[in-house]
């Protein structure tokens, strides 16, 4: 069983505030994954890291900025919510470039009114 | 262009029937294949991958897939479906340049009547 979370599950904020989405994973993963699907659509890929100090912009376009200080910690941060924001925020991590496998936190909703 | 299709957007199954889900890719080489599920309001979970080797593999919940190199296709089965089995169904492809990214398909929701 993957040992990775996500905090809050569900959010609800107005237009304007800043906003982290925190995701932690407790395996020692040096691969960690931000993806971003709306209801009913596949995953886009919006960020990754392949390690301490390491980010990557993902295959879709996104505001958002993330951060990896710590090896299990990677959070993701939007400077000003826009309703275009709201979708299904998903964290992974995989232990390493070659096995590709990725295990999934249960995902952060985000609804910006 | 790399891609990933799953041609069937919605799928309906009686409880008991066979099922069958569609996964095709378009790679110069044989990627990393994977299926994972996703029940409502949850993240992913893997049911099993293909790397290399037997081209039939076997995953958790009794769902195995079939890996066709001739039809760049990857397509998911399980012999009798249970209704704790209707969930959103996503293909994976990782494509063989060691970057650990994964492309995944549109989705295969599934729906099991009773």
């Known amino acids: 069983e993957a040992d990775i979370y996500q905090t809050p599950r569900y959010l609800v904020i107005g237009t304007g505030k800043k906003i982290t989405l925190e995701c932690s994973q407790t395996m020692g993963h040096d691969k960690m994954y931000w993806y971003q699907q709306d209801p009913g659509m596949e995953l886009h890929l919006i960020h990754y890291?392949?390690?301490?100090?390491?980010?990557e912009k993902g295959d879709l376009s996104s505001e958002s900025t993330v951060s990896r200080i710590r090896t299990e910690h990677f959070p993701l941060t939007l400077e000003s919510a826009r309703p275009s924001h709201t979708s299904q925020y998903l964290c992974?991590?995989?232990?390493?470039?070659?096995?590709?496998?990725?295990?999934f936190g249960p995902g952060t909703r985000l609804t910006v009114t | 262009a790399q891609s990933v299709t799953q041609p069937d957007i919605h799928i309906t199954v009686s409880e008991g029937a066979s099922l069958e889900l569609r996964c095709n890719y378009s790679y110069g080489a044989t990627p990393y294949l994977f299926w994972y599920v996703q029940s409502p309001g949850q993240g992913l979970q893997l049911l099993l991958k293909y790397f290399s080797g037997d081209t039939l593999v076997q995953g958790i919940k009794g769902f195995e897939a079939e890996f066709k190199r001739s039809q760049s296709s990857f397509n998911l089965r399980k012999p009798s479906v249970h209704w704790s089995d209707a969930a959103e169904y996503f293909c994976a492809v990782g494509p063989p340049s060691n970057t650990g990214k994964l492309i995944f398909g549109q989705g295969t929701t599934l729906q099991v009547k009773p």
């Open positions: 890291s392949y390690g301490v100090n390491s980010t």
């Open positions: 992974a991590s995989s232990r390493d470039r070659v096995t590709y496998e990725q295990y």
